[in-house]
């Protein structure tokens, strides 16, 4: 038997002030959107934005239904409609933030494992790392370079 180690590696802005310009702009852009979320059933809303690389972005938020399978969460709802926009376009960042609608949020919150698996179908095919950006409503926001710290072992287009 072998051991094989995964590391993952995190940045850490202690709150959105630390943030560069352009990353705190997006994550403005995502606050925006999560506003508009339609979170009835789990009072928990999620905005997504995304940068492209032709300078466009692309806002998203999780859509509930009382049916729950057929909601659909921020991040896909965004990188979705990148792909039926933009097709040609390559995601550089997404920005995500997230929280209960009935309390603060100081947490960072990352994409849920389907979000995960769906930004790496995008890393993958783009062959570029998209960095992701995420936090609660308030406090510290986490940086990932890549998807791949947050879903080291993906399964892709390579294993069909």
């Known amino acids: 038997m072998k051991e094989i180690k995964i590391e993952t590696k995190l940045f850490v802005f202690d709150s959105e002030n630390d943030l560069p310009k352009n990353i705190s702009k997006l994550m ?13 059933y789990s009072n928990f809303a999620v905005g ?7 300078d466009e972005v692309i806002i998203g938020n999780n859509q ?9 969460c921020a991040e896909r709802t965004a990188i979705y409609y990148t792909g039926a926009k933009y097709p040609d ?17 100081s947490q ?3 994409p849920c494992g389907a979000c995960r698996q769906a ?14 950006y995420f936090m609660g409503t308030s406090g510290k926001v ?14 892709d287009k390579s294993q069909l």
């Open 108 to 110: 960072p919150i990352p």
């Open 48 to 54: 997504a934005a995304i940068l492209l690389d032709n």
């Open 119 to 132: 930004i790496a179908e995008y890393e993958v095919n783009q062959n570029t790392p998209i960095e992701i």
């Open 89 to 105: 376009a390559k995601i550089l960042k997404i920005a995500i933030v997230a929280g209960s609608l009935n309390s603060e949020t």
């Open 64 to 72: 509930e239904n009382a049916s729950y399978p057929s909601g659909l």
């Open 142 to 155: 986490l940086k990932s370079d890549s998807l791949e710290n947050l879903l080291p072992l993906i399964f």
């Open 28 to 40: 403005n852009d995502a606050k925006k959107a999560r506003l508009n979320a339609h979170a009835p």
